[in-house]
Structure formats: C-alpha cells, structure tokens
C-alpha cells in the first residue's frame, strides 16, 4: 500500500505509516523540547551531558529522553553529569551540533517564559 500523505510503501498489515508516524513522532518530541526549555534556561533544572557511543565530545541529553542527544547521537549509559545551561559554554568539548540546536531553540524562548 502507498501512503496518501507522503507516497511512502505502507508494510502489510501496518495500520500507519511509518514515515509519518515518525515525522509525527519527532515534531511532538521537539514541542516537548521547547515546552520544557524555558525551565531549564531559568536555572530550575540542570541539563543532563554525557558521552555518546564512542564519541570524545560531551552531548547534551535529550529532556525526558535518555537514549538520544539533542544531536541525534546514541548516548552512553555510563558516563553522565549535569550542568546548569549558563554553564555549557564552559564546557570545552560540547559537541558543536548539541550546542547549536539547543541555543537556536533557546532563542526562540521570551524573557517572560524564563522568568
């Protein structure tokens, strides 16, 4: 079956699909993202960092996801620490594709959802 949103090739006998569940998916998790970032900019909670699989750099942890970082990469069980966000550009090695997305979403947040 073909999808009619996307034109995607829907399996036999999947009910939805997979593409735009996962499309879907993202986009919900990424309003999570921001929902939930004004809380952190505030200094309320400190954001999870760790190691991604194999990776020398420091990743930022998805909010309420602890499988992925805000780059996409797999992160590490191991290795994890928190940081206050006013802290993460002391943190020399943050990997440079965390850091970008979350301060371009950070500059989407007002002053008065901070406060």
């Given amino acids: 079956m073909i999808c009619r949103t ?6 036999d006998g999947v009910l939805a699909c997979p593409a735009c569940s ?11 993202q921001r929902a939930l970032l004004p ?3 505030s200094g309320e909670y400190p954001l999870t960092l760790g190691r991604a699989n194999n990776s020398v750099h420091a990743h930022i942890q998805l909010i309420g996801e602890s499988k992925h ?5 797999p992160m590490n069980h191991s290795q994890r620490w928190q940081r206050i966000f006013e ?5 020399i090695s ?3 594709k965390c850091r970008a997305a979350i301060h371009k979403m950070a500059a989407e947040v007002t002053p008065k959802e901070v406060a």
């Avoid at 802290?87 to 943190?91: Q, V």
């Fill in 6 to 11: 996307c034109n995607h090739i829907v399996p």
């Fill in 22 to 32: 996962e499309r879907a998916s993202l986009q919900a998790f990424l309003e999570m």
């Fill in 39 to 41: 809380r952190f900019l």
């Fill in 69 to 73: 970082a805000w780059c996409g990469a």
């Fill in 87 to 91: 802290e993460l550009d002391r943190t």
């Fill in 94 to 96: 943050l990997c440079a």
